[in-house]
């Protein structure tokens, strides 16, 4: 079951181990890059005063992924040495949409095997159809899940019907996801200020054209964006390919199986949202920390984007009991296990399906 968390805000201190394991560097000239077998970030987000510079051995480094948003320099040296050490680098646009994940790659007979597997199952309409289906049936019990935590009586209605389409996706997934998709979002706009302007999530065309219209869909944007660079990093770990997905139609250039496994998981965006939105604390949002265009687009504010990765990142790292095969477990058979963590468990559960292991897929 998903547990609810109301996030306590403590920020990083300079110089101090950031237990947020996540970086974001952002402004004209920030940049990694390798001095004295050192991975060394700049950050230049402030343009009135001197950039702020970290020195880490790779191995030691706190940080395991580093969000880039700007103008800048990544070296190749610290990307090799980055990717050995098992660091996700994670770029970027203005609007929060990703544009390219950097990340290791896993080159071993094993790989080979379940690409192979993967190619075969994907083949296989009707393994295509079952893979949809528990894509689509492990996306709409999140959102159930997720709101039935909140405990708001304005959302029991919604759920209600999330439930039904549950029960009962007929024979046209696409259609259930569609229809539940906007019922979740009717339901969740119910939980957001009404200051934030937010009611619906925005088309994701406008979104790649246009950008966010609001402050909570831009929160979204960024997080969804980081949450593709776990996903793809865990698919790539295990050596699948990402283009090849059996849900989403694959496109040129369109990571489709990135975007499969996502959709059980998007929840844990927007808990993270819904948590910085709702904050009475002096991290709460501000108009200060966002702006708007000419063409009515949102850009958001170094410090919020700043607090929402590092909020977001305590998320994932949140545990809650699944039943995992590996490790210590407690009395009741299960074991704690972070949520991110449960992600990289469910592509690995897709790879030993297509590789007839598991005769059923469970996320």
Known sequence: MIMLWTMIFVMTLKEKRNHYNVKFLKGYGHSISVKDSKIILKDCHDPFSPPFIEEWFPNRMPYEKIVLSGKGYVSTEALGMLSENNRNVILVNSKGDIQCVMSGTKSSL????????????????????????????????????????????QVESSIEKLEKHLNDLGNNVLHAEAVTSRLYFGA?????????????????????????????NALLNYGYSVLS?????????????????????????????????????????????????????????????????????????????????????????????????????????????????????????????CLGKNKNFVI
């Not at 893979?131 to 689509?136: E, F």
């Open 110 to 153: 094993t790989a080979t095997k379940y690409r192979m597997a993967q190619y075969d199952t994907f083949r296989i309409a009707s393994k295509r159809d079952y893979l949809s289906r528990q894509v689509v049936k492990a996306k709409i019990g999140s959102q159930i899940q997720f709101l039935k935590s909140i405990e708001n009586p």
């Open 188 to 216: 969740f706009s119910k939980l957001i200020d009404e200051r934030f302007k937010f009611s619906a999530r925005n088309l994701p065309m406008t979104v790649k054209k246009y950008g966010a219209t609001d402050v909570i």
């Open 229 to 353: 660079g776990e996903i793809s990093k865990f698919i790539h770990g295990v050596g699948l390919d990402p283009y090849f997905g059996f849900y989403h139609k694959n496109h040129t250039s369109f990571q489709s199986l990135v975007y499969d496994m996502m959709e059980p998981f998007r929840w844990l965006v927007e808990c993270a949202v819904w948590n910085i939105s709702n904050a009475k604390s002096r991290h709460r949002i501000s108009k200060k920390q966002y702006s708007y265009t000419r063409k009515g687009t949102v850009v958001l504010e170094y410090d919020l984007i700043k607090s929402f990765l590092e909020l977001l990142e305590r998320t994932f790292q949140k545990e809650r009991k699944y039943d995992y095969k590996f490790g210590l477990k407690t009395k009741d058979g299960l074991k704690s296990v972070q949520e991110i963590t449960i992600a990289k468990i469910a592509v690995q559960n897709l790879a030993e399906h």
